[in-house]
Structures are given as structure tokens and as C-alpha cells.
């Protein structure tokens, strides 16, 4: 049975940092990203890596400020995230698919969140 498990959210002030993280089980995937949702608004895409070549995509609201990373030991994927605005605010996902892509529609398999809060 496949499992995505979030961990890492909270409460951070603006400028300040925090890394979230997602341990996968149940098999091996091609891709894994983040994706955020804000109160309000759509599931947006955030940050993405290729599991084997280790390929990174990034929204360009977060880049150069956001870093994906993987543990292929750990079958663990990360997301340091920096300079952190209350726009950042959101519950992060994070998702796995078989393909190579940054379309929520394209990942099958979803974890249940972490809220990560910027305040002002």
C-alpha cells in the first residue's frame, strides 16, 4: 500500500525558514513534488523532483528561495523553504506519479498535508 506522510509544517515569522518533509513507502516513484493550497484559492504547484536524475522544477513564486531535495535511503523527499511570506501560507502536499510533470492532475498518489503559517 502506497503512503505519503507529510511532517515538518508550523507557525514561522516572514523572513524566516522552515523545511518540510515526506516519507514515502509502498513503492518507488518517478517524480515527487510539493503542491500548496491557501484558504481560498487554487492547488497550486510548487516544487518537483525527478527521483533518478534528480531533475528539480520550481514555480517561480518560490525560486531561488524554496529547494527540493530527496533521501533515496530514506525514500524521503524534502522542502527547505526560505525567506518565507505570509503569501506562502498554505497545507503543502506533496504527491508522487509515475510520469515526469507538474500538473496536479498527473500525480496519483497524495498525502493528507501539513499547514505551513507565515505570519506578518
Known amino acids: 500500500q502506497v503512503q505519503l506522510v507529510e511532517s515538518g509544517g508550523g507557525l514561522v515569522q516572514a523572513g524566516g525558514s522552515l523545511r518540510v518533509s515526506c516519507a514515502a513507502s509502498?513503492?518507488?516513484?518517478?517524480?515527487m513534488g510539493w503542491f500548496r493550497r491557501a484558504p481560498g484559492k487554487e492547488r497550486e504547484f510548487v516544487a518537483a523532483i525527478d527521483w533518478i536524475g534528480q531533475r528539480t522544477y520550481y514555480a517561480d513564486s518560490v525560486k531561488g528561495r524554496f529547494i527540493i531535495s530527496r533521501d533515496n535511503a530514506k525514500n524521503t523527499m524534502y522542502l527547505q523553504m526560505n525567506s518565507l511570506t505570509p503569501e506562502d501560507s498554505a497545507v503543502y502536499f506533496c504527491?508522487?506519479?509515475?510520469?515526469?510533470?507538474?500538473?496536479?492532475?498527473?500525480?496519483?498518489?497524495w498525502g493528507r498535508g501539513t499547514q505551513v503559517t507565515v505570519s506578518s
Open positions: 509502498g513503492r518507488t516513484f518517478t517524480t
Open positions: 504527491a508522487a506519479t509515475r510520469s515526469v510533470s507538474i500538473r496536479w492532475a498527473d500525480y496519483d498518489y
